[in-house]
């Protein structure tokens, strides 16, 4: 299976936006539950986001609800995290992966074929 590869990373300023993609070639990608992580220095992964293969279901950690938005394309084999208002705790390296579950899950432990992330990097 071909790794999925996010892009969009970049350096922001404190309210600004940027939008990740996560794209894979194959139909890996479409047919699977997606999710989104990050990794600040020093501290563990967290969960971001999530969305069904259909992408009619969304999940949220609280810490970005109402700031972030999950979507996809299917028919371009790529899931988005449109990242609004940002903050300089959303720094750290953010990561996609496809869920082993055949629901949508927060727990990094049910994922796999992950990316190798793209840095986002918050001003204040």
């Known amino acids: 299976q071909v790794q999925p590869v996010e892009s969009g990373g970049g350096l922001a300023q404190a309210g600004g936006s940027l939008r990740l993609s996560c794209a894979a070639s194959?139909?890996?990608?479409?047919?699977?539950?997606m999710g989104w992580f990050r990794q600040a220095p020093g501290k563990e992964r967290e969960f971001v986001a999530a969305i069904s293969w259909s992408g009619d279901i969304t999940y949220y950690a609280d810490s970005v609800k109402g700031r972030f938005t999950v979507s996809r394309d299917n028919a371009k084999n790529t899931v988005y995290l449109q990242m609004n208002s940002l903050k300089p705790e959303d720094t750290g390296v953010y990561y996609c992966a496809r869920s082993y579950k055949d629901y949508v899950t927060a727990f990094d432990y049910n994922y796999g074929f992950w990316g190798k992330g793209t840095q986002v990097t918050v001003s204040s």
């Open positions: 194959g139909r890996t990608l479409s047919r699977s539950h």
